[in-house]
Structures are given as structure tokens and as C-alpha cells.
Antibody, heavy 121, light 101 residues
């Protein structure tokens, strides 16, 4: 069974930084793209970023481009989201989600339970 | 930037058919995926690549995608289908709350 476990969320002040991690077990991690998706309290899903299976292709939502960086370590089956310049509207539950293919066009077939990021002023 | 638009809510009686549209410019030329999210839970994939179902998803769930509208169809709706549903083609639609009357 494939499982995703996010960590690294917490309370941070406006302008601060956080690094989220997502460890994947039960799957050949290096074969699949990985995504971060967030959900503000009471709101819908917002796709944040994707990295392809080998880390060569990355995309970001306009709302985070230039502030967030996605990376992966295939030797540790882990994907990261480094977040800088955090704003109040970055407050959300951040989900890690596995792509069903190596590239950026696939579906998100397995999701973690999320890690909460709260940005306060 | 590309935008997908969904109605905020859809209501249907048990046993009836629910249809949830997802409108986007030329979305018929993209692969659309659909997710179900129940309160307090992570989303799960219910339809991928326009109309394929992951294992474990009932045949009652189907979808179509043409021109500017993708549509999720849930036939013989059950109380357990009550949830938020999101379409995705890169970006996510705003989500539709399905209420079973």
C-alpha cells in the first residue's frame, strides 16, 4: 500500500520560512511526479507545484512562484517544499500528492493527510 | 491563466443521477481528472484521463469531456456520495458540493 506522510507544518510569522517534507512508502518513488496541493480553511483545492520523476521539470502556481521551491531526493523517497516570504494567504492545509506518471500531466492518484501551515501577523 | 469553473452546489435525490459540469476554455483538448473529498478527509481520485476509473471506484461514476465542458456523472446516487467534487486539468476547479436530499 502506497502511503504519503507530510511533515514540517506549523505556525510562522508573515515573511517567515518553512520547509515541508513528504515521505513516500510502498511505491517506486523515482518513477512518479510529485505534487503539492493546498486548501485554505473552508476553501477549495489549489494546486501549488509539481516536480517530475527525476527533478528536471518543475512548475509553480502564479501565487507562489518566486517564493516556493519544490525539490526531491529519490534516494530518500522524499519530496520537499521550501517556502519563503510567507503571507497570511498562504495559510492552508498542504497536501502531498503522487502523480500517476513520470511527467506533469498525470492525475494525482494518492494523497497524504496534509500538514497545516498557519501564517500569522 | 487557465480557469475551470464549477457550480458551487448540486442537489439530487437518492437513486437519481447527478451531473457536475466543469467549464474551461477548450478543456476538451486536455485530460481532466475528478476528485471526491468528504469532510475532514483528503481528496481521492474518482475519474482520471476524462473517463477512466481507479480500482475500487463504482461504475456509477463516469465522466465526459468535450469542447468547453467536462462533466462528472454519478448515477443511482447514494447518501455516501455526498461530498465536494473537484475537476482538475493542471489547475483545480472551485469545487461543487453534492447534497443528497
Amino acid at each position: 500500500e502506497v502511503q504519503l506522510l507530510e511533515s514540517g507544518g506549523g505556525l510562522v510569522q508573515v515573511g517567515g520560512s518553512l520547509r515541508l517534507s513528504c515521505v513516500v512508502s510502498g511505491s517506486t518513488f523515482s518513477r512518479y511526479a510529485m505534487n503539492w496541493v493546498r486548501q485554505a480553511p473552508g476553501k477549495g483545492l489549489e494546486w501549488v507545484s509539481i516536480i517530475d520523476s527525476v527533478g528536471n521539470i518543475v512548475y509553480y502556481a502564479d501565487s507562489v512562484r518566486g517564493r516556493f521551491t519544490i525539490a526531491r531526493d529519490n534516494s530518500k523517497s522524499t519530496v520537499f517544499l521550501q517556502m519563503h516570504g510567507l503571507r497570511a494567504d498562504d495559510t492552508a492545509l498542504y497536501y502531498c500528492a503522487k502523480g500517476d506518471s513520470s511527467g506533469p500531466e498525470g492525475a494525482l492518484d494518492i494523497w497524504g493527510h496534509g500538514t497545516m501551515v498557519t501564517v500569522s501577523s | 491563466s487557465f480557469v475551470l469553473t464549477q457550480p458551487p452546489s448540486v442537489s439530487v435525490a437518492p437513486g437519481q443521477t447527478a451531473m457536475i459540469p466543469c467549464v474551461g476554455d477548450k478543456v476538451g483538448g486536455k485530460s481532466v481528472h475528478w476528485y471526491q473529498q468528504k469532510p475532514g478527509q483528503a481528496p481521492i481520485l474518482v475519474i482520471y484521463y476524462d473517463n477512466d476509473r481507479p480500482s475500487g471506484i463504482p461504475e456509477r461514476f463516469s465522466a465526459s469531456n468535450s469542447e468547453n465542458t467536462a462533466t462528472l456523472t454519478i448515477s443511482s446516487v447514494e447518501a455516501g456520495d455526498e461530498a465536494d467534487y473537484y475537476c482538475q486539468a493542471g489547475v483545480f476547479g472551485g469545487g461543487t458540493k453534492l447534497t443528497v436530499l
